[in-house]
Structures are given as C-alpha cells and as structure tokens.
DNA sequence: TTGTAAGCGTTATCAT
DNA sequence: ATGATAACGCTTACAA
C-alpha cells in the first residue's frame, strides 16, 4: 500500500533510522490508517527473539506476589517486553508443567520463586538453556542468577528482637516447608537465633499450615489451649499473623499483653490491623524491579549480571511486647 | 531423529490417531529426551492461532484485580491458554497501547476492565476484528461481550440501607471517574438511591481522589472538618474506606458514632479492620471464571456466547450505624 | 536508501 | 500411514 517492499515496512519498526525521513512518514502513516501490527509469530521465527518473559508464582491472589509482580511487569513494559504469566499453586509438578508452557509459548526467559524445585526442574533449564532469575529469596553461591533478601537472616534478626524482650517459650505458625524454602528459611533463621542466645530448641513449637487468615487463626487457638502457653507467636507471613490476631480478639486474648505476634512482609494489613504488627519490611516492588532490570540484562547478554541482595527491616509495633515473668 | 518427516512429528501432537502406535512412541520418546517442544512462532504462523490471551488491567497491586485475574488465568490453564499480562495504571492512552502490544505478542482474544474508553479504542478493536471480553461492570445492552455486576444497581442498594438508617447528609470519596466507569456508576448510584428518597442532591458532597490508603484517609480529613459534617461518608472501595477509618482512628472520632463509613468491595481488610465494614460483596473469583469461560466460548465460535450478569450483596457490619438525629 | 530473496519452524494439502 | 511441499509474516544479508 505504501509502494515500499516488505523489507522497508520491517526496517521502519526495527531500524527507523536506515529508512529516509520521507518514506518512513508514508508507511507510518498507513500503518496507523489500517492499523498494522507485525505479527508476532513470524517476528519470532525470524529473529529467534520474542521479546516475552514468563513469570511463574504460587498465587497472585497473595498481595506480595501481586505487588512484587506488577513492578516487574512496569519495568518490562518499558523496555518493550511483554510478561506471560502463570501459576503454580505451591505445587512443584505444576511449576514444571507452566515453564514447558510457557517456554513453548516462546518465552526468552522466566522468573522464579525461590529456589526449591524438584532437579528434574533444573535439568530441564539447563537442557533448553533457558536464561532464569530466582527471586523473592537471596541464597549466596546459588547456582541461579538471584535477586532477592536473605530470608533466614532476616527471621534471626527478628527473633532476636523478640528474644530481647524477655521470649523464651517461643512458637511458629509457618507455611509448609516442602518445596518453600522462603518458609524453611525463615524457620530456620528463628532456629538460629534461639541457639545463639542458648535457649534450647526444645522450648520451640511449630504448626505448619495453608497461608489464610482462617487457618493463621486455627493454629494460633491451638497453641493457647496448650499448656503452658508460649509467650509469642511467629508467623511465616503477615497473613497468617492477621489471623491469629483476629482469632486473638475472638477469644477475648489481649495481644500483647498475654501473648505477642510477629509477621513477616509488611502489607497493608499490618498497619491496620489492631494491635499494628510487629514484622518484617520487604521491598516487594524494589524486587521485581531489580529482577526485570537483571533478567533483561541476561538476555541482553551483558557482562556483568550482578545478582541483588536486597535489605529487609524490622518493623516493631503494638503487637510485640515483653514477655511476662 | 525419529527418521520420520517434520510433518509425522506435527501429527503425533496435534492429532494423534493419525500416526500409528509404533512410529508415534518413537518420536515422543526422542521428543522426551532431547526436552523438544513446539516453536510457539512457528506454529503461530502456521496455524493463525496463539492459543494465548491478553488481560489489560489497571494495576496487580489492587486485591481485587488480583483475585480475579488469578482466577482468570486459572480457568485458561485448565484449557490449555496462556495468559499475557499489561497493566495500563488507569491511563487509557496506556491501555490502547498494551492492547496493541498484546495483540501483536499474538493475543487471540483480550480482557478489558470496564467500558470507558476513548472511542478510537473500540475503533481499532473492531478495524481489527479482536475478540474481547469486558468485565468488572456489567451493562445491558453493552455493544460488547460482558461479564460482571451492576455497580450502580449495587451502590443504589447499599445507599438505600444507608439512607435506612437515617443518613441525609451525605459525603462520597471516589476514585476519579474519567475512564473509570465503575466509579462513576457507584457515585451515580448513589445520587438514584437519594432521589428515590426525596433527598436533596444539594446534601450530597464528593471527594475525588485516587485509590490509595492515604488519600482515603486525607479526604476523610477534609470531610470531617467542614459544617456541618456529614453523618456518613460511603467509599468508592474498601482501600479508601479502609483509609478513612485509619484517619477516624488517630482523630480520635469514633465510627460509626460520630460518622458512618462504608465501602465496596468486600476484600480481607473489611472484616480485619476494626469497627468492620458495611461493604458490597463483589464475587471476584465468579467473574474471573465467567469472563474466561465466555472468552473461550467466543474463540470457539460457541453459538450462544452469553453475557453473564453476577450478583452482589450487602455486608453490613459495624461501621454503619444509626444517624443522629 | 531501497529491493530481492532465503530462511525461520510449523501446519495443511495433496500425493503416494 | 507417511512424505513432499507450499504456505504463514517477518528479518536480514546482499545486491542494486
């Protein structure tokens, strides 16, 4: 329509600055008249590019992954990159079934939550080559590229304040730690910072459950039908601790003076839920930013991919007070 | 590999029966072994089918976009398509443009959230024949597929109750409603459940904001410094009403005592915050199922795609009270 | 600066 | 039941 050949039209997308001034306003033009956009296949088959990358997450239906997510596709989106995007449900067979699906589908590369997966998963990237970044947990020496914060570390940190205030009878409301290993780190940061300060693991009671609100308040019931009660309660995340502090409020419990909570991720929630959580900050969306910079870096084929180690905080509110006596 | 023709490996995916037993466990045994799978362009060039759709929503970090497109991508997967994602940040110049972008990643059908829109927007989705489906509103007679509720049927009915607990004086805080259709029929009907009423319009104040804890919180603010104040400040959503009630909290004004707030939406932070929220059930994960289902039947060429209208319903909690007289 | 033409990995038609 | 071959729409040497 424009009188040019087919090659001209491509150079106009891809090299606008090869084609003169004049012709390129011509076949813009017309393309915008008919609305024209290259197909994708045929743009695939011949560059061997796709300008796709898929994300595989447990859930969206978690406001961590949502927001973690949507900066990861922002960032996409500004360097022409659009983001499929898939669900595994926490389950590591479906996890293998949505990268083959997505692979296919033609994604350059992935993204990843954290690093437990069966190894035929990895025997399967390694064999398609497939560029990768794990996030949303930081491992030094992991054999992936890596953008996230030490979340064992950050669980010492935080118990260690909850030990500071006089806890010794400590108990853990976690997600199940089979293929989570953001939840069995976070179990295990807790884990070290009891030994380190020689309280015996012993005195440490743990309930592995599903991530809602109703089972963060079931398993937070148990534990105060127990005797003797443990003084506070560690959750793996801010959902599970918002349940228990409801179930709390339900039973006529004051938090924090008969017992306190913890939580980890600091959502919205935290701050609004009374009492306010005690819990650990994550820059969710700092983490999806940096893991669209590093993967696009990857596929870039630069240099120096540098895995990110991102820093987390404790936040102490209402919900964390001294142990009694 | 298999000594067989490209053309026999294609068959033994894409139609099976036709390749018999022996020759097609051959191939998938090679197939399975150097880890092939389907070049997605290829087969999207040969076949003029992606097997792919697009959602364009305003953002992931909004609990109710999340649920619902969770669900979205869950009913896809169970049919075998992926999901592409974009997110336009309420911008409708940013939406046309990842609708084109997505479409031309090769998206055989799209998700829209609501159907405000700059016209030359349906112009290019009809120039280009796509198929779409529009959710989170619900409008008869819609010139496009639809799944969803009525919002403004729904925000009459709660501003019904409201006005049945004796409110008059009423103030709105709502997103902005330029290209937001949701907001705009929620505020709409609000002004039908007044006029149904015999309420004067004149009683009726609105806050336009944007969807953000504080923003809720200030317009809040602003509401209960003029006089008189309203005796009931109904949200847009629950992000908004959530944020009022925050700012109720640190003002030292007593909800629902001194002034009633409602929301809409019903997401996890309703029941959590305290006093509870008088809100609208929306069933998010009912209308990401309905809108995939309707979008497959529409890429089938089903005959008798329907429309699917949901129903919500009024929650109403503690933060709704009687109005002083 | 632009055109020509080969080739990307599939699928579909037609033979065999 | 299988193979040969022509599309599909684009990019990219290379030629003009």
């Not at 961590?64 to 949507?70: D, H, L, T």
């Not at 590591?92 to 993204?111: V, W």
């Not at 890596?146 to 409301?173: E, L, P, R, S």
């Not at 039908?225 to 419990?253: F, K, Q, S, W, Y």
């Amino acid at each position: 329509m424009a009188g040019v050949s087919t090659a001209t039209v491509s150079r106009c997308f891809n090299s606008p600055d090869s084609v003169v001034k004049t012709t390129r306003e011509r076949v813009l033009r017309i393309v915008e008249e008919i609305g024209y956009t290259p197909h994708f296949g045929g743009r695939a088959l011949a560059s061997n590019r796709s300008n796709t990358v898929g994300a595989i997450i447990p859930t969206m239906d978690n406001a961590i992954f949502a927001r973690g997510i949507q900066a990861f596709q922002e960032t996409l989106a500004d360097n022409n990159v659009t983001l499929l995007i898939a669900s595994s449900g926490y389950d590591p067979e479906r996890e293998l079934e949505q990268i083959r699906s997505l692979i296919s589908q033609g994604a350059d590369g992935l993204l990843l939550i954290g690093h437990a997966r069966p190894e035929n998963t990895y025997d399967f990237l390694q064999l398609r080559q497939i560029p990768y970044v794990v996030t949303w947990n930081y491992r030094a020496g992991s054999r992936s590229f890596n953008v996230g914060f030490d979340n064992q570390k950050a669980a010492t940190q935080i118990a260690q304040q909850v030990i500071k205030y006089g806890h010794k009878h400590i108990a853990i409301i976690t997600a199940h730690t089979e293929f989570n290993d953001r939840a069995l780190d976070r179990l295990n940061g807790v884990r070290d910072a009891m030994e380190s300060s020689g309280i015996s693991i012993d005195n440490l009671e743990v309930i592995p459950t599903t991530y809602s609100l109703k089972s963060g308040g079931d398993a937070f019931q148990d534990f105060m039908t127990r005797t003797p009660r443990p003084t506070v309660i560690m959750c793996g995340n801010d959902v599970l601790a918002t349940g228990a502090l409801i179930r709390a409020n339900e039973m006529g419990i004051k938090v924090p003076d008969e017992v306190s909570v913890t939580g980890f991720d600091d959502i919205d929630l935290a701050e609004v839920i009374k009492p306010n959580l005690t819990t650990v900050h994550v820059p969710h969306r700092r983490m999806g930013e940096s893991a669209a910079q590093l993967l696009l870096d990857i596929l870039d084929d630069k240099k120096d991919c540098q895995n990110v180690e991102l820093e987390t905080e404790i936040v102490i509110r209402e919900s964390l007070g001294l142990a009694k006596s």
